[in-house]
């Protein structure tokens, strides 16, 4: 009987800044975690990202490769940034096809929402649940699949 290749969970190849904590099992490789960045345990975060200053990462979110999160964000549980949008009717395995995603700073992103490739303007709330199919070039608060503005930020 044939045994499985087992890949374990691991954590390398990181730039890190100062203060930054990992909750483990982690999946963390290849990216820049600046200062006082937290990432949840059964959190992945691929290669060529960076997470901003302070920016929090809760369990359960995966962050694919290509994406930049700015300074003092949230993102909540169970988070999936996808930027292989399968145009093709079946994944690319070509990276230079793939999206990239931008998240500037003071963004808040709710639990279980989906994040395609798009870029996210500052001052911004992403509601749980959400998917976000555009950029976001105005603040505030958005909701829904597709994800839209429900209101200014009070």
């Given at each position: 009987?044939?045994?499985?290749?087992?890949?374990?969970?691991?954590?390398?190849?990181l730039?890190?800044?100062?203060?930054?904590?990992?909750?483990?099992?982690a999946?963390?490789?290849?990216?820049?975690l600046?200062?006082?960045?937290?990432?949840?345990?059964?959190?992945?975060?691929?290669?060529n990202?960076?997470?901003?200053?302070?920016?929090k990462?809760?369990?359960?979110?995966?962050?694919?490769?290509?994406?930049?999160?700015?300074?003092?964000c949230?993102?909540?549980?169970?988070?999936?940034?996808?930027?292989?949008l399968f145009?093709?009717?079946?994944?690319d395995?070509n990276?230079?096809?793939?999206?990239?995603?931008?998240?500037?700073?003071?963004?808040t992103?709710?639990?279980?929402?989906t994040?395609?490739?798009?870029?996210?303007c500052?001052?911004?709330?992403i509601?749980?649940?959400?998917?976000?199919t555009?950029?976001?070039t105005?603040s505030?608060i958005?909701?829904?699949?597709?994800?839209?503005?429900?209101?200014?930020?009070?």
């Open positions: 009987m044939a045994k499985p290749r087992v890949l374990k969970a691991q954590i390398k190849d730039i890190c800044g100062d203060n930054v904590t990992i909750i483990e099992p999946n963390v490789y290849g990216c820049e600046k200062d006082d960045v937290f990432v949840g345990p059964f959190v992945e975060i691929q290669k990202t960076v997470i901003g200053a302070r920016t990462i809760q369990s359960h979110t995966f962050v694919c490769e290509y994406v930049h999160i700015g300074r003092d949230f993102i909540g549980h169970g988070v999936m940034f996808a930027n292989d145009k093709s009717g079946r994944p395995p990276p230079t096809h793939w999206g990239r995603t931008v998240i500037a700073n003071n963004v992103i709710g639990s279980n929402a994040i395609l490739a798009v870029t996210i500052s001052d911004v709330v509601g749980a649940g959400s998917v976000v555009k950029d976001i105005e505030g958005y909701a829904g699949n597709p994800a839209r503005k429900l209101r200014d930020i009070s």
